[in-house]
């Protein structure tokens, strides 16, 4: 079990565009709450769905284990960061469950670069948010 309260300051914020809002965290109270975030990303409200912020599964990952994961090729990576989806013929490793969410990782240092979900339909990982969010949001 993972105890969150290890990874997440102790004053928690949501800064919103549209459909999708950045959550963050710092440590102290804020006089102005203009920017959009100060201390630790920890997380993404993407329509409906509450995600870890790609920072936060990393710290997670440094003291456990990889866990509900797949590894892409680094094409794939690349196209992930523009948004697109994975198929299956481009994943190099899974750390199970896959199932439902994972994280994707990128090939050369196992970082996460986004989240996915699969879908039987088309056989692939559904695209539910990556780093790539942070230039089409802001850009």
């Known amino acids: 079990m993972i105890d969150l309260d290890e990874f997440l300051c102790g004053h928690n ?3 919103c565009f549209d459909r999708e809002c950045l959550l963050w965290s ?4 804020l006089v102005e709450a203009r920017i959009i975030y100060e201390g630790s990303w920890i ?3 993407h ?3 509450l ?3 790609t920072a936060l599964v990393e ?3 440094e003291k456990n284990y990889l866990r509900a994961a797949i590894v892409v090729s680094s094409k794939a990576s690349e196209l992930f960061l ?8 481009s994943i190099v490793m899974k750390y199970g469950p896959v199932d439902s969410i994972v ?12 989240f996915a979900s699969y879908d039987a339909s088309c056989r692939c990982f559904r695209n539910l948010y990556d780093l790539g969010i942070f230039l089409r949001l802001l850009g």
């Open 43 to 45: 997380g993404l409200f």
């Open 59 to 61: 710290k997670i990952f």
């Open 103 to 114: 994280a994707v990782l990128e090939p050369e240092e196992k970082s996460v670069i986004g």
């Open 51 to 53: 995600l870890p912020s």
């Open 47 to 49: 329509g409906k769905r």
């Open 13 to 15: 914020y949501a800064t």
């Open 82 to 89: 523009y948004g697109r989806d994975v198929f299956e013929s």
């Open 26 to 29: 710092t440590s102290r109270e």
